[in-house]
Structures are given as structure tokens and as C-alpha cells.
């Protein structure tokens, strides 16, 4: 019987392909059974007629969250369900997504409804303006202080000190 598990680490594609969605959201879940419904709901009423598909990349949960997508793939075809065979870190998550993702523009958000399905037609307004990349940030963050939020500021000014 096939596994519906990804395998990491990732392979590079061997070949291009053409584009079979406008947009492929990408978003990593790690034991989020009780937003799953609701996420998906909310990127559905928000992004109405555009074409896109949604790529749920549960990252080895134990909580049910694997299941959980499973049903939404079947409920509604452009959400897919891509399953990490253990816990492998949000990175990994993410280029699993993007290696499956099929659309011309990728969206990343995460699973824990942080961040507002209701932005990504902005963020599409603003590529059609004729940027090549445009990024959003959550203003009030739900993260722990000590946890989160100290060394992700850290690490950015890091990044910058380094980078310029």
C-alpha cells in the first residue's frame, strides 16, 4: 500500500513545470487538529474566484492534524495533503511544499491562523503592480515573549547586521 507520507530530505527537480494553478499557498502544520477547519474555511471565503491551490504540509503530528487535512482534501480538490513522515522542523515543511506547489506565484502562511487569508488578494494586487516579491508581517504576534518573539528579534537583527 503507497504511503501518503513525504519523504525528506528533498530532491531537486529534475524538470520545469508549467504552472497548473495561478497560486499555491504553502503551509506547514505541526499538531494543529483544532484549526484545520477553520483555516480552511477562511482561505476559502477569502480567495473566491481566484485559482489556487493550497498545499497542507502536516510535519509529523501527533494530535490527529494528518486526518484532519486528509478530509479536506477530499472535500474540496485544490486543497492537497502532503504528510512528513516525522517531525522534520517548519524549513523542511516549507520546501516540501514548495516542491509539490504548482502555481506561478507561491503564498506561504502558517497553520495556526496568524496570518489572514484576507491579505493574500492584497499581496496578489501588489505582484500585478509589477513587484517580484512582496511580504507581509503580523503586527500583533500571539508568540511567547521569552520563546519566540526575544530570539526570532535577535535573529533578525542578525540577519541584517550580516546581510546590510
Known amino acids: 500500500m503507497p504511503s501518503n507520507h513525504y519523504n525528506a530530505p528533498l530532491t531537486q527537480?529534475?524538470?520545469?513545470?508549467?504552472?497548473?494553478?495561478?497560486?499555491?499557498?504553502?503551509?506547514?502544520?505541526?499538531?494543529e487538529a483544532e484549526n484545520i477547519s477553520a483555516l480552511c474555511e477562511?482561505?476559502?471565503?477569502?480567495?473566491?474566484?481566484?485559482d489556487y491551490e493550497v498545499l497542507l504540509v502536516d510535519d509529523g503530528s501527533s494530535d490527529g492534524s494528518f486526518d484532519l487535512l486528509k478530509q479536506e482534501a477530499e472535500?474540496?480538490?485544490?486543497?492537497?495533503?502532503?504528510?512528513?513522515?516525522?517531525n522534520f522542523g517548519q524549513s523542511a515543511a516549507l520546501a516540501a511544499g514548495f516542491d509539490m506547489a504548482s502555481g506561478a506565484v507561491v503564498v506561504t502562511m502558517d497553520g495556526d491562523l496568524q496570518n489572514d487569508p484576507a491579505d493574500i488578494p492584497r499581496l496578489l494586487e501588489k505582484l500585478n503592480e509589477g513587484y517580484d516579491v512582496v511580504s507581509g508581517w503580523r503586527r500583533e504576534r500571539k508568540d511567547l515573549l521569552v520563546s519566540r518573539r526575544i530570539?526570532?528579534?535577535?535573529?533578525?537583527w542578525l540577519i541584517s547586521a550580516m546581510t546590510r
Open 42 to 50: 477562511e482561505i476559502r471565503s477569502h480567495l473566491g474566484d481566484i
Open 75 to 86: 472535500r474540496d480538490n485544490r486543497f492537497k495533503v502532503v504528510g512528513l513522515r516525522r
Open 151 to 156: 530570539p526570532s528579534r535577535l535573529a533578525n
Open 13 to 31: 527537480r529534475s524538470t520545469v513545470m508549467q504552472p497548473t494553478s495561478t497560486l499555491s499557498l504553502v503551509i506547514p502544520l505541526y499538531n
